[in-house]
């Protein structure tokens, strides 16, 4: 479906905020790096939730380029938490922000989440972006401290959003969607399926919210141009539109 066809980004007359939120895999920005920005500004986001962005050498200096190329900003994350990373327009206020390292298992990826509390027009939503353990237990665990966090925002609406390494009806996937609603399963629009871009066949990625939150459509887009989704990176993005409610307090 057309990227048109889902709600752009407004303040209603409540103090409402109807966001656009993409969650993206963009594996280090080892494949196209213009490509992956065209993707990105087609989809007009007001926050993009990466994973896997760049964390060695100069990684700084990467994330702020694609930024730059997409016309956003840094919010947080990148090395520091581990690969997951938050961009946002200039449309949000920045409350905080906090990087979480998740505990190390030996012999396996150090994880970690990007954290920030934004607010948008009258709107006061928290953030995290996540990319869970390939393997099952310390994923399922890690589902429990995504929850956790969620917890500790200390917001009354949450969005999360990544690569959960596994399919809906797992376990950790389960566990998440327990206490938050999964975008495409309330409001689905679009495509479904996020991996991979030459054969894609499963969905492992994921825009979630607490219940709050109102998905106005959320899926893969399927007006992109095929080229740059194939050079971008090895994952499709996943584009929502939401609604958070204004905040009595602002």
């Not at 994330?63 to 581990?82: E, H, M, N, P, Q």
């Not at 871009?197 to 499963?202: K, N």
């Not at 825009?207 to 095929?226: I, N, Q, Y």
Request: aromatic residues 4%; negative net charge; charged residues 25%.
């Amino acid at each position: 479906m057309a990227i048109t066809e889902l709600p752009n980004s407004r303040t209603e007359d409540d103090g409402s905020a109807v966001l656009r939120v993409l969650s993206y895999n963009v594996r280090s920005m080892r494949d196209d790096e213009d490509a992956l920005a065209r993707v990105v500004r087609a989809c007009a986001p007001d926050v993009v939730f990466v994973q896997e962005a760049p964390r060695f050498f100069r990684w700084r200096k990467h994330a702020a380029r694609l930024a730059a190329k997409s016309d956003l900003v840094v919010l947080s994350g990148g090395a520091t938490a581990a690969g997951p990373l938050l961009l946002c327009s200039l449309r949000a206020t920045v409350e905080r922000t906090e990087d979480v390292l998740l505990p190390l298992t030996p012999g396996l990826h150090r994880r970690g989440l990007a954290t920030a509390v934004v607010r948008f027009a009258g709107a006061r939503v928290g953030l995290i972006s996540c990319h869970l353990s390939l393997r099952k237990d310390e994923r399922y665990a890690q589902a429990g401290m995504v929850l956790d966090r969620v917890a500790a925002l200390g917001t009354p609406h949450v969005l999360v959003a990544g690569d959960l390494n596994e399919r809906p009806g797992g376990p950790a996937f389960t566990r998440l969607t327990g206490e938050l609603r999964d975008g495409w399963a309330v409001s689905p629009w679009g495509g479904e399926y996020t991996s991979t871009p030459e054969d894609p066949h499963q969905r492992i990625d994921a825009v979630l919210a607490t219940p709050g939150v109102e998905f106005l459509g959320c899926g893969v887009p399927e007006d992109l141009d095929p080229a740059d989704l194939r050079a971008a990176t090895d994952h499709l993005p996943v584009l929502a539109a939401v609604r958070v409610p204004a905040a009595p307090d602002l």
